[in-house]
């Protein structure tokens, strides 16, 4: 059963870079068609695209964060991690990775992993 | 920016029909997707491509798509559907965009 699972600092200073891992088991992240996204939630609202990224490395990002976001994978681990630089507190959110078959859909998601953004 | 908008808000008794609408200019050519998200937990897909469902999930909950509107229908409604609702397409350059959810409170 494929599992994905979100680590990382909880915490992060102002204008600092957050980085995040995902570490998938169950499933080769190499699997064919699969892209690999992460997404965010902010406390009591809605869910927004940050990025996703192919095995191979081909990547695409939300045009609003495009400027401050770096998606990789690292095939061997099975892993695929997630940097966004100059945080703020805006950028204080529950971080959640997925798959993204087809670039379509999200599914399965992980846990979620809550970043907070302070000093 | 593509916008998908959703009620903020669907009520209904247990037993009763709920209808989640999703609008977008774009939805015509674009398929839309559905997830349900209860407090504290991960969003779970419950519909992909406008009305296909995962495995495993029960067949009260369907989708459909009429121009620039696609409906989730939840049939039957139980105590435990109630949740917040996101629906998920892409804009004309493959970008990924979610609706702003709707909170489903069975009464």
């Known amino acids: 059963q494929l599992h994905l699972q979100e680590s990382g600092p909880g915490l992060v200073k102002p204008s600092e870079t957050l980085s995040l891992t995902c570490t998938v088991s169950g499933a080769s992240i190499s699997s064919s068609n699969y892209y690999w996204g992460w997404i965010r939630q902010p406390p009591g609202k809605g869910l927004e695209w940050i990025a996703s990224i192919y095995y191979s490395g081909s990547t695409y990002y939300n045009p609003s964060l495009k400027s401050r976001v770096t998606i990789s994978v690292d095939t061997s681990k099975n892993q695929f991690s997630l940097k966004l630089s100059s945080v703020t507190a805006a950028d204080t959110a529950v971080y959640y990775c997925a798959r993204h078959p087809g670039g379509d859909w999200f599914d399965p998601w992980g846990q979620g992993t809550l970043v907070t953004v302070s000093s | ?107």
């Open chain 2, 1 to 107: 920016s593509y916008e998908l908008t959703q009620p903020p808000s669907v009520s209904v008794s247990p037993g009763q029909t709920a209808r989640i609408t999703c609008s977008g200019d774009a939805l015509p050519n674009q398929y839309v997707h559905w997830y349900h998200q209860k407090p504290g937990q991960a969003p779970v897909l419950v519909i992909f491509k406008d009305s296909e469902r995962p495995s495993g999930l029960p067949e009260r909950f369907s989708g459909s798509s009429s121009g620039t509107t696609v409906t989730l229908t939840i049939s039957a409604v139980q105590a435990e559907d109630e949740a917040d609702y996101y629906c998920q397409s892409t804009d004309s350059s493959g970008n990924v965009v979610f609706g702003g959810g709707t909170k489903l409170t069975v009464l």
